[in-house]
Each structure stands twice: as C-alpha cells, then as structure tokens.
C-alpha cells in the first residue's frame, strides 16, 4: 500500500528534484500536479512520463479541488517563499500531511504563529503531520563529517563560507519571485538557510548559537535586497564561528569547517577532510545521492508509512535555520549590532 501525494508547484525545484523523488519512492504514489499556471503544471506532468492530474489556478480545477481529494493523503508544497504558509494551513486543516519546503516561512514572526497553531489546533488531533524539507540535512558529505566531529572532542570554532556568484542567464534567477523578491533577504534567505541547517547539523545537539553580529551588503545590483553577509556567531559552550556568504561574488569554493580540541574536520564539495591534532590529514571522497532531495522525500514517506514523524523534518528545526539568517539581516540593517538568539536550544536533534 502506498500514500496518494500531490505536489504543489511546477517550478524549476519541484520538477527537477521533488518530482523524480516522488517517483522513486517505494511508499508514494502521485496523484496529481498543482501549480499557478497550467502551463508550469503541463511542463512537470510531461517531465514525469506518466499520465497525471493536473490542477492549476488559471484553470477551471485548482488548489481547493486538490485538497478534497480521498485518494491523496499527503502534499509536498514548493511554491514561492511568500506563498507558502496559506498553502500550509488549508491541507493542515483537511486532514493532509505536507512535507513543505524550506524556509518554514518567510519571517520568524509567521513561522512561530504557524508552528503554535498547528502545535495546539493540528498535531493533539493526531489525523495530519507536518515536516519541513532541508536537504541538506541529507547529504552524506555532511552525516559522515558530523560522526567524526564527535570523535574530536570539544568544538572551539566553525566556520561557514560560499561565493555563488549567481548570473542573470541562469534559470534559478530567472524566475519572477526570486527577481523581485516579496521576502526578505532574497537570495541571502532563499539559499542562505541551507547553510545555517548545515552547520547546526555540523555543530550537534549540544551546541547552539546565542549571539550573533553581521554586516550586509548588495554587490549585484539585480541580487535585491543585499547578496552579501558576513556574520560572528557565538556558541552557548564559548565557542566562536564566521559565516561568510556572498551571492553576488567570486570566491573560493564553499567550505564549512569545524575545529575541536584533537583536530578539525572539513565539507568541502564532494569531500570530507579530517585533520589530526599532529597534523596527520585524512580526505575521503563521498557521494552525494543527487541534492539531498531524494532521501529528504523517501524518509518523510517511510516515517508517514509507520505513522511516524521524522525529527530532523520537524518545524522547530526549520525555524532555527531561519532564525539565523533573519539575525543576521537584522544585525546588517543596524551597522552590526549584536542580535540573540531565541529558538536555537529548543531545536536540536
């Protein structure tokens, strides 16, 4: 028996990887495709190679009908940032499970009082379940490397560093909602909260950020509102770290680091690089199934299968990864004034 899933969404996401996801899953079956035009909706039923139902705002079917579906129990919603929490809610209130993608929502402000209502109105009703998707989370480059910071003790410093440099011919960029941002940050929070998950991930559960400080800045003129961060963060147990990131430079290539008092471990690309406190290195090649995006999708549906909810998909988590890079642009906009942290400690897994 499988689980009847819609996906909502037929961008350039959706498509390319929670699309062939679903497909690959032992525990999903689609049912239909959603998106705002009926067009995006065709273009992602033809990617599939089967025969789908297709539901779109700009036609005479849409969301509604979608949701009341029977033979579809469960959502995966990839719609624009400023978009999603409405989406959220409806198919929380019918009874549908949703794997929703991340940020939890464009705000800290939204995603607490979405995460409250569905704490207290949702989740004691037992009938439907909500996860966020971080992919992140999934890559082996980064499972392997946060074994192996616990077998180096104490961690003393991190450090977090990407230059993506994003062009204008590139189809990330060219799609409407991501060139003229509705949410904050733009691509500083689109992409940004990838790299907050993977370095909490790095860091464990028994470190946190308390404190943080950054300045921002707009190189690229077409990158809106700033593309450029460079933050201090410091942890509850002393220890200190650098986030560095830039859409709209050249740099090296991205790099998370952190140090521990027997040596220091490093995500670099397709790499996990071990450093010995007597200056012994040890490199090992991993592959990363895809973006992460598969084994994201195929344990929701393995924990939805068991009646499960998977805690590394929780919303809490997710609200942490965006609470950070918020921070970090409220830090920006006041010349680098220390921000707290509030919704850390409650997040770890």
């Keep these: 028996m499988t689980i009847g899933v819609a996906l909502i969404g037929g961008g350039i996401w959706a498509r390319e990887e929670h699309l062939p996801a679903i497909l690959a899953s032992e525990h999903l ?56 929490a409405s989406y959220i809610r409806a198919a929380l209130t019918v009874g549908k499970h949703v ?11 939204e995603a607490k009082e979405l995460i409250k209502w569905y704490d207290d109105e949702i989740e004691p009703k ?13 890559l082996d480059t980064f499972r392997l490397a946060r074994e192996k910071v616990k077998e180096l003790g104490k961690i003393n410093s991190f450090l977090v560093r990407l230059y993506a440099n994003i062009q204008t011919d590139t189809n990330f960029y060219n799609t409407d909602w991501r060139k003229v941002p509705t949410h904050q940050g733009g ?20 470190v946190h950020i308390t404190h943080l400080c950054a300045f921002t800045t707009l190189i690229k003129d077409y990158l809106p509102p700033v593309d450029t961060v ?29 140090a521990c008092e027997k040596g220091s471990v490093t995500v670099h ?59 970090m642009l409220r830090s920006g906009e006041n010349n680098g004034q220390s921000q707290i942290c509030q919704c850390q400690q409650s997040a770890d897994i």
Excluded: C
């Design 29 to 84: 079956t689609l049912k239909a495709i959603y998106s705002r035009s009926r067009k995006s909706a065709e273009e992602t039923a033809k990617a599939s190679g089967k025969q789908i139902d297709l539901y779109a705002e700009d036609s005479e079917q849409g969301y509604d009908e979608v949701l009341k579906r029977d033979d579809i129990d469960a959502l995966i919603i990839a719609l624009p940032i400023a978009s999603q």
């Design 126 to 138: 037992g009938k439907a379940t909500w996860g966020v998707g971080e992919n992140f989370r999934y």
């Design 187 to 206: 691509f500083i929070l689109d992409g940004g909260v990838h790299f907050t998950a993977g370095l909490r991930y790095l860091l464990g559960s028994n």
């Design 269 to 327: 690309d397709a790499s996990v690089t071990v450093r010995a406190a007597d200056g012994q290195e040890h490199v090992e090649k991993v592959e990363n199934e895809k973006s992460g995006v598969p084994p994201e999708v195929r344990l929701w549906a393995k924990a939805l299968a068991a009646g499960k909810v998977n805690p590394e998909q929780s919303p809490s988590q997710a609200l942490a990864d965006l609470e950070l890079i918020e921070l």
């Design 99 to 109: 794997l929703s993608e991340k940020p939890v929502a464009e705000n800290v402000g």
């Design 230 to 258: 460079n933050a201090i963060l410091k942890a509850n147990t002393g220890a200190q770290g650098t986030f560095q990131v830039s859409m709209g430079s050249h740099g090296p290539a991205s790099e998370w680091t952190v």
